[in-house]
Each structure stands twice: as structure tokens, then as C-alpha cells.
């Protein structure tokens, strides 16, 4: 079982920025895609972004343009930089990594907790 640990929500005012990020409480053998998904209250979660381990990335119609998903391949960390933010942006914000425990390993899904973004003024 791998944990991934989220960092970065908070309360940020309409138009603003805000980083978001995510890694894996312990290094694992292989991290292939990651990406962001998000739960607004009462709604599904919504899928956002993803990249691979090669740095190809795809975006929801809803935030291409204003999210950029990265990451850091080295320290298995990966990022949503997410601007010119609207109260409709408000919603939980998950990470979600495949990973191999292994070489011969196939891909298991883990999630992050969850953490809070809020864009109100």
C-alpha cells in the first residue's frame, strides 16, 4: 500500500493562483501516469489533468488554459498550478498515481486524502 500526501489547498480570492502537489509517503519502485481529480460538494468527481512519466499531459475542457499539471520526476512528485481561479473551482482536489511495486509489477491505483481548495472573495 502506498500513501500519497497532499499539499498546498487553502483559501484563495477569485482570479488568484494556487499550487497544489502531491507525492508518495514512500519512494516506490515505478510511477507511471499521475494526475487530479476533483469533488465539488455534491457532485462526481471530476477528472482534471494527467501526465505521464514521460511529461505528455491532457486536460479536461474545463481547466485547459488555466491548470498546468507537472511533475518532478526525481522526487515522484507532481503538481497542479492552477490560475486565474473561479468560485466554480471550489471542490476537493485529489491526486491519483499508478504504480508498480516491482519490474514485472502491473499497475496498481492509489489516491491521495483529498485536500481543500476554496476560491471565494
Known amino acids: 500500500q502506498v500513501q500519497l500526501v497532499e499539499s498546498g489547498g487553502g483559501l484563495v480570492q477569485p482570479g488568484g493562483s494556487l499550487q497544489v502537489s502531491c507525492a508518495p509517503a514512500?519512494?516506490?519502485?515505478?510511477?507511471?501516469?499521475m494526475g487530479w481529480y476533483r469533488q465539488a460538494p455534491g457532485k462526481q468527481r471530476e477528472w482534471l489533468a494527467y501526465i505521464t512519466a514521460g511529461g505528455r499531459t491532457k486536460y479536461a475542457g474545463s481547466v485547459e488554459g488555466r491548470f498546468t499539471i507537472s511533475r518532478h520526476n526525481g522526487l515522484n512528485t507532481v503538481y497542479l498550478q492552477m490560475n486565474n481561479l473561479v468560485p466554480e473551482d471550489t471542490a476537493i482536489y485529489y491526486c491519483n498515481a499508478k504504480i508498480s511495486h516491482h519490474a514485472s509489477d502491473s499497475e496498481h491505483d492509489y489516491w491521495g486524502q483529498g485536500i481543500q481548495v476554496t476560491v471565494s472573495s
Open positions: 514512500v519512494r516506490p519502485y515505478r510511477v507511471n501516469n
